[in-house]
């Protein structure tokens, strides 16, 4: 009997599934995989229930012969294990980023003379409400919140990009790309005090409030999904930085970041070149006990962002303070430099990673922009934040518009460098 694979990345069965394994069937044993988590967020589709109940839940499908794991986004992996004689899948997987999951397993099937068969995708009404719900309960506090520890977890490196509106944060929820071989995206949002003041066309010295940043996150959770992390500057007098703590976890961010700086907050790129006062050790590490006690759930992370390198403390000062840190209860330890060179940054993170193998470390290559992600990676840094390049190339980008317009008295010479508005309008959903 012929072997047919096909697989699941589903948390619910609809008709679509249905139809895939009932043509399956015409070819042979069905055997059906089910994408562990780690595939699954690469795949985004963050599961909202347990490998295990995914798996339970497609063995109770009638026609299926075997249920097994896929570990992997690609199929070739699986496919070299079981040799299917077949492997079917919607044929939404022709075109777009999937194109590159139908390349790898359609190579891998021909190796022995296996085949593909494309299915025709089901457009459903009810599927697509479905998919829809589905989306909409990822977006939930609940949810949401916890999702930055889990892909701490399972990511060997988690990618943030800066946001600042709803249209930014479907950037970075959307964004999907397929290079040599592999599918990639961004895991997380960060929310940055420096692209909040400047979207406003205010100075980033803590001016726009905290209820005005809230609203920010009020617009990018409308409409996305994935985690968020909060810049929160210094996080303010202890005594208010517990009232931020507690609203940001009710409206479901992961994280929040605070330096350790006190005073008129000014932009670390400055570093000596304007006066900035490093906050004391004890008092920081005050702000994060009160901050981690304010907490009402184990899902919100507190990171502690070193700026002794920044104001050229030394490495020590950078290390000292790391420690103590999280000895106060930093869920995470950011270390910022703004050389070019990625040196000091490595060193401290193999420094630290000598004493201290669990902690996640935080980096920002905004300076240090020629070294990879795979490269932090080895020297043990976990979450990666692109910080302000949404809005760095935004800017020029719309100057020069403004410029042509007014040069040419009209729009026609910049017509080839804009997005046309019908992708605008498939980017943004409707419910």
Partial sequence: MSIVYTCFTTDVIHAGHLNIIHEAQKYGDVVVGVMTDKALVQFDRFPTISFYERKKMVQEITGVSEVIEQDSIMYDTVIRKIKPDYVIHGDNWCKGPMKAIRENAKKAVEAYGGKIIDIPYTYDPQIKELNRKMRARLAMPEYRRKRLKQLLGIRPIVKALEVHNGITGLIAEKTVVEHDGRLDQFDAMWISSLCDSTAKGKPDIELVDMTSRFRTIDDVTEVTTKPIIFDGDTGGLTEHFVY?????????????????????????????????????????SQKIRAGKNAQLTDDFMIIARIESLILERGMEDALKRATAFVKAG????????????????????????????????????????????????????????????????????????????LKYHRAKEVDDRLLPIKDIITLIDTL
């Fill in 244 to 284: 931020t703590v507690r609203s940001l976890e009710k409206m479901g961010v992961s994280a929040v970041i605070i330096e350790d700086k006190t005073g008129l907050k000014k932009n670390s790129l400055f570093g000596t070149d304007v006066a900035q006062t490093q906050d004391s050790i004890e008092h920081f």
């Fill in 330 to 405: 930093a869920d995470g330890i950011m270390i910022h430099s703004r050389k070019k060179d990625p040196a000091e940054i490595l060193e401290f993170c193999d420094k630290f990673r000598m004493v201290n193998t669990e902690t996640p470390l935080v980096v920002v290559p905004s300076s240090f922009n020629t070294i990879t992600e795979e490269e932090l990676a080895v020297h043990g840094v976990n979450l990666v934040i692109y910080a302000n390049q949404l809005t760095r190339s935004a800017f020029p980008a719309m100057q020069d518009t403004a410029r042509e317009i």
